[in-house]
């Protein structure tokens, strides 16, 4: 089955700076990988994604890197603002209408 | 832009209740989703609904859980007897037919089994 899983529980950054969060996965027949944010009291709010045959792809202030290779995901945040500040979790999903899986988050926390 | 909208946005019950939360998805979408997310956890899949029937459940979508689509517009989650572990906030989620691998989420359904 498909397994997803993340590397770091908890990242803090400084504002204005970086952020990259990571992912693994284990299912290679996933067809695409999202990125989700959760803001407090809220339900997850779709970022970006990236189809399985794509090594990058940028968003407004996001990057999310695919290396097949070795089943890693990173979803990079450029100038991270204390808005971004939330859990994120990465996503795979095998095609159209399929079951998202997701992994187990990471809190990013944003000093200012 | 349109929303997944869910009710009630928290209940209390005691357990061995039955509770019923209800979710209205995005109109032109086609496939529905239920999502549990215990404190602190992750966002756990529970079962999806396509054609007015269930497409795919997960071991936790178990006897005591069930989904109806009554009007065409609702889509409920029932627990028939809930149990502690239950307490979660459930997520209701559909597709957007033109995106085919984003899922539009409600603000969820925070339940809470004494």
């Known amino acids: 089955g498909e397994s997803v899983g993340l590397h770091l529980p908890t990242l803090s950054v400084q504002e204005g700076d970086n952020s990259i969060i990571n992912c693994a996965y284990s299912n290679s027949a996933s067809d695409y990988f999202i990125w989700y944010k959760q803001e407090s009291g809220k339900g997850p709010q779709f970022i970006i994604d990236?189809?399985?045959?794509?090594d990058k792809r940028q968003g407004q202030r996001v990057t999310v890197l695919l290396n097949k290779t070795v089943k890693h995901l990173s979803l990079q945040i450029a100038a991270t603002q204390p808005g971004d500040s939330a859990v994120y979790f990465c996503?795979?999903?095998?095609?159209?209408?399929?079951?998202?899986?997701f992994g187990a988050g990471t809190i990013l926390r944003v000093k200012s | 832009e349109p929303e997944v909208t869910q009710t009630p946005s928290h209940q209390v019950t005691q357990m061995g209740q039955e509770v019923i939360l209800r979710c209205v998805p995005i109109?032109?979408?086609?496939?529905f989703y239920w999502y549990r997310q215990i404190l602190g956890q992750k966002v756990e899949f529970l079962v999806s609904?396509?054609?007015?029937?269930?497409?795919?459940k997960s071991e936790i979508f178990d006897d005591q859980f069930s989904v109806e689509r009554p009007d065409g517009s609702n889509f409920t989650l029932k627990i028939r007897s809930t149990k502690l572990e239950d307490s979660a906030m459930y997520f209701c989620a559909s597709i957007n037919p033109l995106k085919a691998n984003v899922l539009t989420f409600g603000a969820g359904s925070r339940l809470t089994v004494l």
């Open positions: 996503a795979a999903v095998k095609e159209y209408g399929n079951k998202l899986v």
């Open positions: 609904f396509y054609n007015n029937e269930i497409s795919e």
């Open positions: 109109s032109n979408h086609l496939y």
């Open positions: 990236i189809r399985s045959n794509m």
